[in-house]
């Protein structure tokens, strides 16, 4: 069965750090460009980084510079490297492919307090 669960979310300090992890079905990890999106409370969801099959990298410029995602071909996850967090970084953050796949994991929540 595909499926994307994410975890490692949590609460911390403006300018801590969070590592988040997606797993990710056999399939969907060997075919696909893999992104973290996050979605902010009122807000539509947003892509903050993806990363190929070959491990080229992007970032939204709102976190470049704190953000690094990287990918384990062997354990089919990817991860997200967050530091030096902001209060606006609060969202839920989810994994998906590039394009979109029709469905999406429960995501996990990331609460930054000022």
């Known amino acids: 069965q595909e499926q994307l669960v994410e975890s490692g979310g949590g609460l911390v300090q403006a300018g801590g750090s969070l590592r988040l992890s997606c797993a990710a079905s056999?399939?969907?990890?060997?075919?696909?460009?893999m992104g973290w999106y996050r979605q902010a409370r009122g807000k539509q969801r947003e892509l903050v980084a993806f990363?190929?099959?070959?491990?080229?990298?992007n970032y939204a410029d709102s976190v470049k510079g704190r953000f690094t995602i990287s990918r384990d071909t062997a354990k089919n996850t990817v991860y997200l490297q967050m530091n030096s967090l902001k209060p606006e970084d609060t969202a839920v953050y989810y994994c998906?492919?590039?394009?979109?796949?029709?469905?999406w994991g429960q995501g996990t929540q990331v609460t930054v307090s000022s």
């Open positions: 990363i190929t099959r070959g491990g080229s990298t």
């Open positions: 998906n492919a590039i394009p979109q796949l029709p469905f």
């Open positions: 056999e399939r969907i990890f060997s075919i696909n460009v």
